[in-house]
């Protein structure tokens, strides 16, 4: 666990891929108790330390985690994450080495209609409105490329299960490595190359901007990646 930043009501820290944000039925050590006893030894708290959950990260992908450190931090993040005015943005590299938007480098809309799955834990895209769908919408753009991958950035307009996986996918360029999604093999760690790369928001508490941005996973591709853009 890297920590990213913090203060007295928000920490953010960087989540290897395969680390899970929350304890599931694997029982697993989440990364919200490995955070919590970070907070407990650096500021030798007694008893229990308080961390809000507020947003997740599939277990393959890598990045930013923002945590609230204080019942009032959570209640305005959770409202803050629900209406849209917390800024993510991903990085994904993807097959094939172009996108749809044909190596412009501009932005381009995409939007679809998601249907989940649950016992696959898996979504579906469709390019119009069916039974139990969803409508997801996303930006996105080619801001690198190599031989073989591209570069993608991400914002999400919307929050849908999988979405940045099941619409990149559905436009032709599965990410690196996510079998689940078309990928043709899988990364040697496990992972998938999608990294939450950056994330802007104004401070729930003191109303200051906040603007973080992810360490690279260790895969050397991403650093290739990076000097390619």
Same mark, same amino acid.
């Given at each position: 666990m890297r920590v990213v930043y913090e203060d007295n009501h928000i920490i953010i820290v960087y989540k290897e891929s395969g680390e899970i944000v929350q304890g599931d039925k694997t029982g697993d050590t989440p990364l919200s108790e490995t955070v919590k006893h970070y907070i407990k030894e650096k500021y030798q708290k007694p008893g229990a330390v308080f961390l809000g959950v507020v947003h997740r990260l599939d277990r393959p992908v890598s990045g930013l985690v923002v945590f609230a450190r204080t019942s009032k931090a959570l209640t305005r993040l959770n409202n803050m994450f629900r209406d849209g005015e917390v800024h993510k943005t991903y990085w994904a590299i993807v097959n094939p080495p172009q996108t749809p938007s044909q /190596?412009? /480098? !501009? #932005?381009? !809309?995409?939007?679809? #209609?998601?249907t989940r799955n649950e016992l696959q834990n898996k979504s579906y895209a469709y390019d119009h409105e069916v039974p139990h769908s969803k409508k997801a919408i996303l930006r996105c753009r080619m801001i690198g490329h190599s031989d073989r991958y591209s570069l993608v950035e991400v914002q999400l307009l919307t929050g849908r299960h999988h979405q940045i996986r099941c619409q990149l996918a559905a436009l032709g360029c599965p990410i690196r490595g996510d079998l689940k999604y078309g990928a043709p093999r899988s990364n040697p760690d496990g992972s998938i190359s999608l990294l939450s790369h950056r994330v802007e928001f104004i401070h729930p508490v003191s109303k200051e901007p906040i603007v973080v941005e992810s360490p690279l996973p260790a895969d050397p591709l991403w650093s290739h990646m990076i000097m390619n853009r």
């Open positions: /190596g412009s /480098g !501009e #932005w381009m !809309e995409v939007t679809h #209609w998601l």
